[in-house]
């Protein structure tokens, strides 16, 4: 049971280079999200999917989207990356849609955008 | 101002210390409150969960909210250098969590 995994753990871009970061979680969760983590910022909701099929917007989604390929699998896709986009991603997962459901994070991804 | 303020520290203490970590918040709509643990290079694991005034003791950790103040605490007792990392609060209203900055804690030996 690997709990939540993100793919990849470093990556380096320059500005204007499109990529896809990838999560997955074997947990059998209904709802995933996807944070990003600045310092002095905290942690801030760039999108979330309640459920299979549907995906909502978070607080910061400007320059991001997403797919929920399946229950396992939610990928958050930067089309033309900027500096402002450099930070640390998680990926998170949780049982039920209910925001009191504990969420369990993987491990992020470290991007740096030139 | 944002919804959450927390102390980012760094914080550092001998072990056996008493611990507090704080928070305040400023929307009354907020009714559950958690605690989050950040090792370096990780990602954030759920500590404590309450959705009430008052205290929750989870062991060594207890958990404080006063929502009349607008005010969570975190206690940690008998500190020990395993507890060295970031604690992040969080609190929801029902339909988004928003979190704090993060704590630094150093437990040292």
Redesign the interface.
Known sequence: NAG?TQTPKFQVLKTGQSMTLQCAQDMNHNSMYWYRQD???????IYYSASEGTTDK??VPNGYNVSRLNKREFSLRLESAAPSQTSVY?C?SSAQGS??D???????TRLTVL | QKEVEQDPGPLSVPEGAIVSLNCTYSNSAFQYFMWYRQYSRKGPELLMYTYSSGNKEDGRFTAQVDKSSKYISLFIRDSQPSDSATYLCAMSPGNQFYFGTGTSLTVIP
């Open positions: 939540v310092p002095g910022m905290g942690l801030r909701l978070g607080e998680f998170a925001w009191t504990t969420q369990y994070f993987g491990p992020g």
